[in-house]
């Protein structure tokens, strides 16, 4: 498949959609496949891997630049908040958080960018609510990395997260079980 800015645009390899998205066209970070061909059966199956990783998996991949604007939202994203790629590409990422939640979330969010430092460690498992394309209030759990350029300046944030509503919902109704 050839993107805007043919073959060697940064579009054009998995590995530039989240290391270099704000060069990238904005309409290819969404669910389409890479199709490129590699050198060897090694990058051809490091490809297939970085693909399934970023498209397949049922977890949300999200990557926002540093203004807080969605450029990276894969299939799991879509089935969970109920937004296509091709809605919410180029929105903000207020359309999946608690409109009482924005402040708290803005605020911690441009303190990592202005300063690369979050309250919370690298490795930690985040538990907040977000919202669908309903309004209906989820339960996710997430993790998230910084996205560096080449001159180790953040332009953005990648997340992972999990819908585990379900669970959240079992367990409070067997605590009200007990009571």
Not at 39 to 55: F, I, M, Q, T
Not at 132 to 137: F, L, M, N, Y
Not at 160 to 165: A, C, G, K, N
Request: with cysteine; charged share 25%.
């Amino acid at each position: 498949m050839t993107r805007k800015g043919d073959d060697d645009s940064p579009a054009a390899s998995l590995v530039s959609p989240l290391c270099s998205m704000h060069e990238a066209d904005p309409t290819y970070m969404g669910l389409e496949k890479e199709t490129s061909t590699f050198g060897s059966p090694g990058e051809n199956e490091l490809a297939r891997l970085k693909n399934v990783l970023l498209h397949e998996l049922p977890d949300a991949v999200i990557y926002a630049d540093n203004g807080g604007l969605i450029r990276f939202w894969n299939r799991g994203a879509a089935r969970i908040f109920g937004f296509s790629a091709a809605q919410a590409v180029g929105q903000s990422l207020d359309i999946i958080i608690p409109e009482q939640l924005r402040q708290r979330h803005w605020e911690g969010y441009h303190r990592m960018m202005s300063t690369g430092h979050s309250r919370h460690e690298a490795h930690e498992l985040l538990a907040v609510p977000a919202v669908d394309r309903s309004g209906r209030t989820l339960s996710i759990q997430f993790t998230v990395a910084p996205v560096a350029d080449e001159n180790d300046s953040l332009i953005g944030i990648v997340a992972i997260l999990r819908d585990v509503t379900a669970t959240f919902e079992e367990i409070k109704r067997l605590r009200a079980g007990r009571s």
